[in-house]
């Protein structure tokens, strides 16, 4: 009877999986508690072409696993690999975990190298989302099972290797939270009372999809609510602290009062924005909105002492534990089909009201 219901519960997983996340181009990222959008636990059955009861257990710990990092000079991309190493650590793998510094070229050696090396698994946050093709390429003609994290390739990409599967979040999810997240203040984002949302975006790496789209979908929220908006400035800051300050730095000055929002696409480039915003004498959530993405620690002491007015929980512990959960899947003989390659994990924003919730 309970083997029954299992089977059962595999089987309406799997095609929760297909037409959930079947085409990363027709996912519709919803706002928080939709339910539009797949979460790790729902997306999650095994994502293979092979019924989720005839997937071989994985060994038990005991391989070794050659991690890529895309740079390791990255707040947020420090706190998933420590994750990364804790899980796999505590599992009993042995782990090697590289610094990309940026570099592609760089980083197809180190994946030569762990292939050469004979590593059972990669875990690979690729340096540019362009190289994702080389990067399966290489990793299907070595038969190596990878995992991708971070920076998604298209559905069509994944498609030409059935060991290799992404698991990251859907970058629109966040984007339309910064958007509710000003909402939710007591102007609507609107301070002057004009009618018109002024704001200036501080973009991480354009290359990026997270990049693209929290800068898109930040901005169709408040348009979807009804609201006029004004984009006073957009500028690259590279998901860096320093650049986020400089950026802001300069369009207060140039904008000054005008400036109601501030959008960052993740928090380090807010705490820099928060750092110029303090010298200019603006008071968040007075005079001035906030926001940034990935609930960094610093960002949420600045939540709960009122410097920013929000930021989205880019769950770093829940990506690396499905991301060892997928490996150990690849490990055990699963395959992916086209289409089901994607596993995502929710977004979760933090407002002042629920910031002790993610305070460690
Ligand atoms: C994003 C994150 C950024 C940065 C970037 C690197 O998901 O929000 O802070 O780490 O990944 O690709």
């Known amino acids: 009877m309970k083997k029954t219901l299992a089977l059962a519960l595999a089987v309406v997983m799997s095609l929760g999986l297909l037409a959930g996340c079947g085409n990363s181009g027709e996912k519709n990222p919803g706002s928080s508690g939709s339910g ?20 071989p257990e ?3 710990g005991g391989g070794t696993v ?68 080389q990067i399966i390429t290489t990793v299907k003609d070595a038969n190596i099972p990878t995992v991708l994290i971070n920076r998604e390739p298209t559905a069509e990409q994944m498609a030409a290797y059935d060991k290799l599967v992404y698991v990251g979040c859907d970058a629109r999810q966040s984007g ?6 000003i909402l939710d203040t007591a102007t609507g984002g609107d301070i002057n009372g004009d009618g018109v949302i002024k704001y200036i975006m501080i973009q991480g ?9 929290r800068t898109e979908f930040s901005v169709k929220a408040l348009e979807d609510a009804g609201k006029k908006v004004e984009q006073l400035n957009l500028t690259r800051g590279d998901w860096d602290r320093n650049r ?3 950026i802001a730095a300069n369009d207060l000055a140039q904008f000054g009062d005008q400036i109601e ?12 924005a928060l750092q110029a915003i303090q010298q200019a004498g603006r008071k968040v959530n007075e005079d001035i909105y906030l926001v940034g993405v990935d609930a960094l620690d610093a960002a949420l002491n600045e939540v709960q002492a009122g410097n920013m007015t929000g930021t989205v929980l880019n769950d770093a512990v829940g990506q690396a534990t499905a991301a060892v959960a997928e490996m150990e899947k690849l490990l055990g003989g699963a395959t992916y ?5 994607s596993v995502y994990v929710d977004y979760v924003k933090v407002t002042p009201e629920n910031v002790s919730e993610f305070m460690k």
């Not at 004979?118 to 690729?126: E, M, S, T, W, Y």
């Not at 089909?337 to 390659?341: A, D, P, T, Y």
């Open 205 to 213: 790496d354009p290359e990026n999809i997270d990049a693209q789209y």
């Open 66 to 133: 050659g991690v890529c990092i895309y740079k390791f000079d990255d707040a947020f991309m420090t706190t998933y690999r420590n994750s990364l190493e804790e899980i796999l650590e505590g599992k009993g793998y042995k782990v090697t975990v590289v610094d990309g510094n940026n570099d592609q070229a760089k980083q197809n050696e180190q994946i030569n190298n762990f292939i050469t090396q004979g590593v059972d698994a990669l875990i690979i946050n690729p340096v540019m989302t362009s190289a994702a093709d």
């Open 36 to 55: 539009s959008t797949p979460n790790t636990s729902a997306s999650n059955p095994g994502g293979s072409s092979n019924p989720a009861n005839s997937i």
């Open 337 to 341: 089909s086209s289409g089901n390659q």
């Open 261 to 272: 929002v501030i959008f960052c696409n993740n928090d380090d480039m807010a705490i820099g």
């Open 244 to 246: 986020g300050q400089e």
């Open 176 to 181: 339309t939270m910064q958007g509710e997240l």
């Open 58 to 60: 994985a060994p038990a």
